[in-house]
């Protein structure tokens, strides 16, 4: 197939790579010209066969409601645009409406595999209609990894579906990285435990808790054995949060991808007033010592 | 009644000072002489009619094993020893059994109260034998606020069981404190809250969260309005740890006193291995930018 | 002063009550005749001298909505409604502007007190113009308890401001409560603690842990010491889950107040589809029995 | 080499014939006559050449305390016993020194790999003296899967580090469990998805979470899509339980592993003693109904 992509950043970049190797032609647009294929959007759209398939890679939020917007002006009924960032499940609906309004088609799609994805293929989750999902196979199937389909592609329901899949992967993902995390400093912590980085090493086989992100830890730690190169301050991009609403909105409990979420936050809250309140209180009954700021 | 107290810090002092204005006489030893009325805990002992009854206000653990073992060597069959501290409640039928072996009686008694208490009065958990309590109910009646007796005493139980109940009042205050705190801090951070310690005050009277640890808020925020002088830096002192010991121990669930465990925990855990690895992963799986440390 | 009150339940009947006793008059409307002082919202308004001031105490959310839509068509400029229902915040900036566009001022007040407020008065947090809000006053004063104004009265900033403040006052007591209630449970399961009400009793008077939650979970106990009669299901009234999400929204770590809030869904969530899915995963990997359902 | 193996059950049966297929001579003791090769402790002691080599394999506590008991009388100096169970680390050290008292030898050795490890290998977590380890060797690479022996086996430090390496190894495990599961209820309420089960199974290649246990996620779905059959009700064994003593032990906050332990609790406790005082606490402040029991 032939089809355009809007940002070619670590993600998509790499996977007009995957495209391409797997014989599709992509025509793609960054604003940074030494990666991009076209000039101008109009310019990439111009390039694009009719029907035109547009993905679109790029941050959540308002860069992909311009994006979109100036898309929308651009394509013709019957054109078709992907979003494959990791938007809000919330922003597809109202794209698919503005879009559907002159006839442009919508699908959603997850993507998760990082950096890894152009070696290792994509898992994907798509939110669309059945013919529009099933017209877009070949490319899904390019992006994925060899072998079962199943095992690394869901078309999870309509439009907003395939993120909210993926909100819901990246939450759990939270949750793992903050289990491993703390397990890693106690095991830090405790003097007759001679070999942190052999023990998770020692965990990639056999074990119950084999995955891929232990793979990366022990990466991590082949790189860097006690992480001194690393500050104790962790960003957050969205997904977290939101799975955190959805479980308010669902009355699900969540306590354990909260408890990573907020202990991100945490990370980056040095003034912290509400230790320093407890810190203060405990003064005022106990007269207990305050370390003094 | 005439008692014997040894430990005349924060709590004992003032104890020492509310039971003498009630009428009682007190011989209390101090390591510090300035302000012991005994030389020794031998010369306090001596002092006392029998059957001796003393006090013991130490910490917890190895200074109350201590002052209790040394009590032990002194005392007579029938003499009365109540820890009135913050000791481990597993360590009560440790110094009964030990004391009991040569006919010296126990007590446990968790107090409450802060520095607040000499003019307020303590409210008591006592741990021990019906008979015993009964003998004792004059010390601790003159100890507590006036009024009802049953507002602020109680018999909890046998020996041990006072000092659960202290340690179950402070695993409480763990959770009440945070929860105030965690308001505090929400407050300070909304750009359309204008009087943050104003909103604190309003809440004294009339509201649903009205108590005394909030009056003790509004004590530190006329202080010292933004806690400028506070780091944000929480010490911890057993009970509450002990708390979640039993939590597991029972099967309890309790995520409101365990998070405000760990709260103070991540106060003091500047290094933070586990929010390195977390960033560390993020950087291997996605390349996202690492804070260096 | 002359005002209206839609809305006379348990909150707003109350309060029309108070008022009436401090020499306001007051003409409350509310759906059932039993309980209204006019026939209509527009019988109401027509009662009312100018400007009208309107003191509106319906459930938050489309019920407010509506009555505010209502009064906003019956109102003229200069008059001014109060909301004094449990409002999210950013429904009072809408509110405003809305009757703003013809005039009509707003003011939004957090009450707390619950049912107890006719008696001890209500704790206020309002947000508003400082005009507005001092040409209130005398509502406000009659309203809270007797005393300080200081100590139950806050002009929190503008319009807006009065809701927050009360939404993180709730999101608190949804952390107090649940503190309590962890330490019941505690108590109750211990074979050593004899006398669970007798403990929570004797913490009314000079303990770190006295409030008026206290005292009412005291009167809980009075009538029914096992609380045999309550079933473990508890519901949530969108303060808590506000608050959450402002945790979010404003990246501040709430673990506490998050927690209480897990534990109310939790409560109802008899299902549990994700306690289903750990005891599947034990059985997986471990051969580990199932419960069957 | 020829070793005796105490306790045939799931693990230690499987561990047998994995290690006879390796060439080894193992003779077994177990209480089930069915599966065991001697008729009893002593019998299966006779039969092996010295210094004797035993792995126990039986459940941690009491059990594993008497087996260790039973084998000391009857090993001599020069001797070895593995324990292969899920001690408590702090146990290792006790019978360390009591077998020590006679010079027989005593290795821990955390064992992971469930049901699946006669197939797959286990995960190893050693500790012991470099000698003891260096001479079991063989044993456990041959009970540890194919390849690097690094990636499935560690030598963690003295005795009680493996079992240490192993509680953690199995905290984590309970986080992970928790994460995955926390989503797959969110994704089973959110009515717009369409396809759980294909959503975790598309998750198993090239996505940030694929790991064994989502392997095993999916392999539950495949067997009851709706878990309708598996009550939710979720045992503990522990491992979960001492990792969060250890947290309090060594002040490291660890709310996600312990969020997965109350969890588990939470599940068990139908009668909730403190989702019953939250519920009449809200009954007492606010007059809201109770749901009754």
Not at 19 to 44: I, K
Not at 46 to 61: D, E, F, H, K, Y
Not at 64 to 86: F, R, W, Y
Not at 180 to 193: F, Q, S, T, V
Request: charged residues 25%.
């Amino acid at each position: 197939m032939h089809i355009g992509m809007i940002g070619l950043g670590k993600m998509g970049g790499n996977m007009r790579e995957r495209l391409r190797r797997a014989g599709h032609t992509v025509t793609g647009y960054d604003r940074n010209p030494d990666v991009s294929d076209a000039a101008s959007v109009q310019e990439m759209v111009a390039a694009l066969p009719t029907p035109r398939i547009v993905w679109v890679m790029v941050p959540a939020g308002a860069i992909t409601d311009s994006v979109v917007g100036e898309l929308g002006g651009l394509l013709e009924a019957g054109d078709l645009i992907i979003d494959g960032g990791n938007s809000r499940f919330t922003d597809d609906a109202r794209h698919a409406a503005e879009l559907g309004a002159k006839g442009v088609r919508f699908v959603d799609c997850g993507v998760s595999g990082g950096v890894w994805g152009l070696e290792n293929g994509y898992g994907l989750m798509a939110g669309g209609s059945a013919e529009d999902i099933a017209e877009l196979m070949p490319i899904f199937d390019s992006l994925r990894p060899e072998g079962e389909r199943a095992d690394s592609f869901v078309h999870v329901g309509e439009v907003g579906a395939g993120h909210y899949a993926k909100m819901v992967h990246n939450g759990i993902e939270y949750g793992l990285m903050q289990a491993y995390a703390e397990g890693y400093e106690l095991l830090e912590h405790k003097d007759i435990i001679k070999d942190v980085p052999g023990t998770f090493k020692a965990w990639q086989k056999g074990t119950v808790v084999r995955s891929w992100l232990l793979d990366l830890l022990v990466n991590a730690l082949d790189e860097d054995p006690e992480l001194a190169q690393v500050a104790p301050w962790v960003e957050d991009s969205g997904e977290g949060r939101w799975t955190v609403e959805e479980a308010i909105a669902e009355a699900v409990p969540m306590p354990v991808i909260t408890s990573a979420l907020f202990a991100r936050f945490a990370s980056r809250d040095d003034a912290s007033p509400q230790l320093k309140m407890v810190s203060a209180l405990r003064h005022q009954f106990g007269g207990h010592a305050v370390k003094k700021a």
